[in-house]
């Protein structure tokens, strides 16, 4: 199929991105994407050009929203960024740059790709409360522990023994090789804690505008050490840093992480050139019933950090995205209306644009109180293991 009717496709990423897991050996076009490949094969033309991807991308030649883009759809409905709209951003600065050839057709089969999601791993260092086994090898081995009859439902365990054993281990499956990417997002697990991330930006052939995304827990500043000297040849490197709430609301979602290590591991990630040209660090925050309470004090840690000096040069480049929990009976629909707006009247006078957004998602995610029982469950549960106590952080939920 060619691109004369077609010269500008919905969405970039299933011509030019690939999403690869090792724990759960799947292939995506992107890590938003609800339709996945399971990896049979190593070689990457198979991989890149798999019979999902495919269709994706007719979808996205006929400017028409696949079924599995349904994330991105759903935010631009509601006005917020999508991830589609920083693959535009990128195949625009790919052209300028003369990465990607401006003349380059877009077609069902695509040669390889230039952007790359990768997943080598889910070793961990945390067991976040929101996280699957596949994402930690700490919350596989703690599931491994709680899972039986009794919990399977309140844990969402369709894991069974023998494959939280897997996920308890380092790594599941062997990666294609990818050397040629220019923009290469690398997450977990945790990214700074892996071999195989250090083996990776080994063998990556970098240009002058190569990019390097690493999403990181930053639990202490020493996590560092092993991955910075396999960063100075890269043109940027961005630090994408999990928050999920301050102080003692975060220290009860990201077990065993610290607050005072946390606010140093940053500090450092801001004060240090990792790149060759530049140093990006934002933060990410997964919005969910446990750190409800926490937004405002999230979103003020971080504009305190662009209002902090370096000499005479403002740190301006500590941005944020917020997005909702995948587990609905972990999101706003268990959190009461009245607490809602509890939180929402704080946001609407000291950030007034956050409010609007955080407001579209509560007033379209009514109350449930069945998903309130089982998000009561599953935090009894975890509170019982962990010794915490969800009352002592918000006893208004």
């Known amino acids: 199929m060619s691109t004369e009717n077609h010269p500008k496709p919905l969405c970039y990423a299933p011509f030019y991105n690939v999403y690869l897991r090792a724990s759960s050996q799947e292939s995506r076009v992107c890590c938003m994407s609800t339709q996945s490949h399971r990896l049979e094969s190593n070689e990457m033309s198979e991989v890149f050009n798999n019979s999902t991807a495919k269709d994706i991308r007719r979808a996205m030649l006929n400017n028409e929203w696949h079924p599995s883009c349904k994330r991105c759809e759903e935010r631009e409905t509601l006005g917020l960024e999508s991830d589609r709209q920083m693959y535009d951003a990128w195949y625009e600065s790919a052209v300028e740059n003369g990465v990607i050839p401006a003349e380059e057709k877009h ?14 791993s889910n070793l961990c260092n945390l067991k976040c409360r929101m996280c699957y086994p596949d994402n930690s090898t700490e919350v596989a081995r ?3 522990t709680l899972a039986g009859p009794e919990n399977n439902t309140i844990l969402d365990n369709s894991y069974d023994k023998d494959q939280l054993t897997q996920f308890s281990q380092r790594k599941q499956y ?3 090789e990818l050397n040629r990417v220019v923009n290469l997002k690398l997450l977990g697990g945790e990214p700074t804690v892996q071999r195989e991330v250090f083996d990776i930006l080994k063998n990556t052939e970098y240009n002058e505008h190569s990019k390097v995304d690493i999403t990181t827990n930053a639990t202490t500043r020493q996590q560092f050490n ?11 490197v961005g630090w994408c840093v999990s928050i999920d709430g301050t102080e003692a609301a975060y220290e009860y979602v990201r077990t065993p992480a610290r607050w005072e290590r946390f606010t140093e591991a940053v500090e450092y990630l801001l004060s240090k050139p990792f790149a060759r040209l530049n140093t990006v660090v934002t933060f990410h925050f997964v919005l969910q019933a446990w750190n409800w309470h926490s937004v405002t004090d999230t979103i003020q840690y971080i504009e305190d950090l662009k209002l902090r000096q370096d000499g005479e040069k403002p740190w301006g480049h500590c941005g944020l995205t917020i997005q909702p929990v995948d587990q609905p009976w972990l999101g706003l629909a268990v959190i009461p209306l009245e607490e809602r707006n509890r939180e929402l009247a704080k946001l609407k006078k000291n950030f ?7 407001k579209k998602w509560s007033d379209q995610t009514p ?15 975890l509170d019982q293991k962990r010794g915490t106590k969800f ?5 208004n939920i």
């Open 142 to 144: 703690e599931w491994a």
């Open 367 to 381: 109350f449930d109180s069945t998903l309130h029982t089982r998000f009561q469950a599953y935090t009894d549960l």
């Open 391 to 395: 009352k002592s952080i918000n006893p």
């Open 226 to 236: 092993g991955i910075e000297p396999y960063l100075k040849d890269v043109a940027q």
């Open 107 to 120: 077609l069902e089969l695509m040669p390889e790709p230039r952007w790359a999601d990768i997943r080598p």
């Open 174 to 176: 062997e990666l294609p």
């Open 352 to 358: 007034p644009r956050r409010w609007g957004e955080l």
